[in-house]
Every structure is written in structure tokens, then in C-alpha cells.
């Protein structure tokens, strides 16, 4: 059914391009390969390449990829298209990195791998109640190791891999527009600033993590004790130290160097900054290091950890 809209499709922007100059008739086409794990958000992403202007298939058989790339370059009429592929396709998924190697001799192909973290997943499947593509009669966990390992090889040929695990739907579909859209920019990375306290642990998902604990202390200020870094009278007297100044301006010119991240394919960055509690110091320099950020262009979201609400 697919293939025949598509064709149809085709034949129509053929018979239309007849009309038209040769060298103007049809333009490269593009496709891109959403695969990975059970219930790491591939229906979401592909939902965004829709929204984007792809013309998308979920779930297209293995076997049907190479006329589809084929009708895809032939076409004046589809210039981007998206299709997701996955383990629903069984045995049949192990042909996909040999035809995905032949399909980019076609016309541009790239390959995006979603996963999440374990425990993401099976708290997914636990809020969804759908059972796992690979049995319904299996744990769901033992099903996502299994998945894991079937996948390895395609996710060792992937051109993007996506961790979602820290993306809500609707910051997964946004961080697709914005790395996918025609005018790509550099500052697609989701930055999460987050404030700790290092007496309640220190953040285990903290890609780049700073000590502020050398900052003078508002807890020992009586007046400040009971409040956090949001209250401005506390982020004046944190702020008003020549140190406080010094190392914001210090990490400011460090957070120059966020899109090496962005090349290396990373799609979030966690920047966390701890003080002792977690309630005065690290949320102001939290805040104050995401509006820097976000006026540099960059999609910020500002997290306090153990801050009293």
C-alpha cells in the first residue's frame, strides 16, 4: 500500500516534470533511518520528521527498503523521507546494515539509533502496559537485553545515536526540528544546568560537574538561611563576592567550547554544580550560568536538585 501512494505519487510528479527543463526536473532526495530499542521514542521522533515535512513510514519491511530509496530518487515531487525500522521486523532485521550500506549508493542515508537507559525503559513499558515487541509473555527486562543484543551491529553503524533517557516527549521532538530543520544551527544541544548539594550525593548523569563550595556561605547569614539562591537578596550577597564574578566569567568563556559536544553527536549536556546543601550557592550560580547560555542561543532548562521548594 505504501509503495503504491508512493508510486502513484511519483508518476504524477514525472508527468509534471516533463513540462519542465531537464537539469530542473528533479532534485536529490533524502532518507533517514530511525531504528533502536523498544520504548526509546521512535514514534516521537518520527512524528517530528512528519511535522518537519518528510514523508514518513513506520514500520516499512526490510526487504521494501531499496525500491523505496529507489521511487525516492526518482521522485521531483518527495524530497526528504523518513521511516522508522525495528525489531518488529525479526530475523529479517539482521539484512538491514548490508541494504542500508547499498541504499546510501542511492541517494543520502542516515541512520539514527535511539536508546535510554534501562530503568527508563522499563518504567516506559511499566506507564504504558504494552508488552515488549519480543513476547508478550517474557519479563520485559530479559526482552530489552535480548533486543540490546540483537541490535549491537546496527547500532555500531549508526550515524546518530540518541540517548533519550533525560527527554520528555516534548523535548525530543523539539531537539529533532532543531537539528533536522533546513537551516541547521550549532546550538541544538539540550543543556541541563542542575544544583546539588554534595551531602545528598553527587549527580551520576553530570557530564561536566563544578565544586562551589569555595563560595562565601549564606547559610551562615541567619536572614539567608531559611531561603534559597532564587531569592534575589541572596543572589545579591552570593554575587557580590569578587570570587562569585571571577568564576562565572571563567565558566562562561568554557561553555564557549559547548559545540565540540555538538559534533561529537551528543544531543544533552549535563553542567551540574554543587555546594553543600544544595539551597543557596549552586542554584544561584545554576541560574545565572543558564540565562548566560540561553543568550547565547543555546535550549537551556535549570534543575534544583535538593533545594527546598
Not at 11 to 32: M, N, Y
Request: hydrophobic share 35%; with cysteine; aromatic share 8%.
Amino acid at each position: 500500500m505504501v509503495l503504491r501512494k508512493l508510486t502513484g505519487k511519483i508518476r504524477r510528479s514525472v508527468k509534471a516534470g516533463r513540462k519542465r527543463r531537464r537539469s530542473d526536473r528533479r532534485r536529490i532526495g533524502e532518507l533517514v533511518i530511525i531504528t533502536g530499542m523498544s520504548g526509546s521514542g521512535k514514534a516521537s521522533v518520527l512524528k517530528a520528521f512528519e511535522d518537519l515535512g518528510y514523508y514518513c513510514v513506520d514500520n516499512l519491511p526490510v526487504g521494501l527498503i531499496p525500491r523505496f530509496a529507489e521511487l525516492v530518487g526518482q521522485s521531483s515531487e518527495i524530497e526528504r523521507t523518513a521511516l522508522v525500522v525495528d525489531v518488529r521486523e525479526g530475523t529479517q532485521l539482521e539484512a538491514l546494515p548490508s541494504i542500508v550500506k547499498s541504499v546510501k549508493r542511492l541517494l543520502p542515508t542516515r541512520m539514527i539509533f535511539l536508546e535510554a537507559d534501562e530503568s527508563i525503559l522499563l518504567r516506559r513499558f511499566s506507564e504504558t502496559r504494552r508488552p515488549h515487541p519480543l513476547g508478550a509473555h517474557a519479563p520485559v527486562k530479559s526482552s530489552l537485553a535480548a533486543e540490546r543484543r540483537h541490535l549491537r551491529p546496527i547500532r555500531a553503524m549508526a550515524d546518530l545515536v540518541i540517548d533519550t533517557s533525560r527527554f520528555n516527549v516534548h523535548e525530543l521532538r523539539s531537539y529533532i526540528t532543531e537539528r533536522f530543520q533546513k537551516h541547521e544551527t550549532d546550538k541544538n544541544l539540550m543543556v541541563s544546568c542542575v544544583s546539588f548539594g554534595f551531602k545528598h550525593g553527587v549527580p551520576e548523569d553530570a557530564d561536566l560537574l563544578f565544586d562551589v563550595r569555595f563560595l562565601p556561605n549564606p547559610h551562615f547569614v541567619p536572614e539567608f538561611r531559611p531561603l534559597t539562591g532564587l531569592n534575589p537578596k541572596v543572589a545579591k550577597y552570593i554575587r557580590s563576592f569578587p570570587q562569585t564574578r571571577e568564576f562565572i566569567e571563567r565558566i562562561s568563556e568554557l561553555l564557549v567550547y559547548l559545540p565540540h559536544y555538538i559534533r561529537e553527536g551528543k544531543s544533552y549536556l549535563t553542567i551540574s554544580f554543587g555546594c553543600t546543601g544544595g539551597q543557596h550557592r549552586s542554584v544561584m550560580i545554576s541560574e545565572e550560568v543558564g540565562k548566560r547560555l540561553r543568550k547565547a542561543g543555546y535550549r537551556v532548562k535549570v534543575v534544583h536538585r535538593d533545594s527546598p521548594k
